[in-house]
């Protein structure tokens, strides 16, 4: 019998060689990916980790969160209920726009029932001292909006966001520059060069759960980008969130597309 090649397994943009590193980047949405599509028990199988035998018992006729709910266990990471509800939002709404080509309608009862279920275990108004930060804020739908320092805040995530792409920027409320378009890896290079900008620390590009939950209201965010790169990635791939077709895409890395940038609304 041929030896199993030990691959990493790529979870939250990163290559995991280890349970360790499994649990440290945990995210439930690519490892039930990878459990549908048998790559999680090969992966276990090949570094013949105590968690194949428990990943091989599940049963497969289960609820997706029946299922995530025991992979939470099995790799003994505490259960976030936040992190649950939104990945069942998403691949709800990705398994109906995908086979059905769902009406908007559907897709928005989808986002607003799982949304009720998420409120529910969080607080969404963003901390007093973070609003006070955004100088001449007005809010715009679920978004506090700042013209004067081009970011706003999602009161639904309480995620900040950047109203622009890399490249660009926000003056009194006026789009100036020129937007920018990067390979998935000049991304990340770029992203060290923002950080500090309005005196925020840790922005980051978004992961894919967080661009599939962002509204692009125009008056919200005024850069005229169709697509964005996700953290999620394998190792020549990662993907976008196309906004005019409101669904995820998978692109080879060398490829070039826009950067929005978001950070933890919890203070510098």
């Not at 280890?18 to 990878?34: A, C, Q, V």
């Not at 980790?49 to 099995?74: C, G, M, T």
């Not at 081009?150 to 009194?172: C, V, Y």
């Amino acid at each position: 019998m041929k030896k199993l090649v030990k691959l990493p397994l790529p979870i939250n943009g990163e290559l995991c060689k280890s349970i360790d590193d499994l649990k440290e980047n945990f995210n439930i949405y690519d490892l039930l990916e990878h459990f549908e599509s048998g790559k999680l028990e090969v992966w276990l199988r090949s570094r013949k980790f105590l968690q194949l035998e428990p990943v091989q018992l599940i049963k497969k006729e289960l609820s997706k969160k029946e299922i995530a709910e025991q992979l939470y266990e099995i790799f003994e990471v505490k259960l976030d209920s936040d992190e649950l509800l939104n990945a069942m939002m998403v691949l709800e709404y990705q398994e109906n726009y995908d086979s059905k080509n769902i009406e908007r309608k559907e897709v928005l009862a989808i986002v607003s029932r799982y949304t009720k279920e998420i409120v529910s275990h969080q607080s969404i108004i963003p901390a007093k001292k973070d609003l006070d930060e955004l100088k001449g804020q007005r809010k715009v739908g679920n978004y506090f909006v700042s013209d004067l320092d081009g970011i706003a805040i999602d009161t639904k995530t309480n995620l900040m966001w950047t109203r622009f792409s890399l490249g660009e920027k926000i003056i009194n409320g006026q789009l100036y520059g020129q937007q920018k378009k990067y390979s998935w890896h000049s991304a990340n290079l770029a992203l060290d060069k923002f950080n500090g900008y309005l005196t925020h620390l840790n922005w980051r590009i978004p992961s894919l759960d967080e661009l599939l939950s962002l509204n692009v209201n125009k008056e919200v965010f005024l850069s005229n980008s169709e697509a964005y790169w996700s953290t999620a990635a394998s190792h020549d791939h990662a993907y976008i969130v196309n906004f005019n077709s409101n669904r995820k895409v998978r692109k080879f890395k060398r490829e070039s597309f826009s950067v929005i940038l978001v950070r933890d609304n919890n203070g510098k």
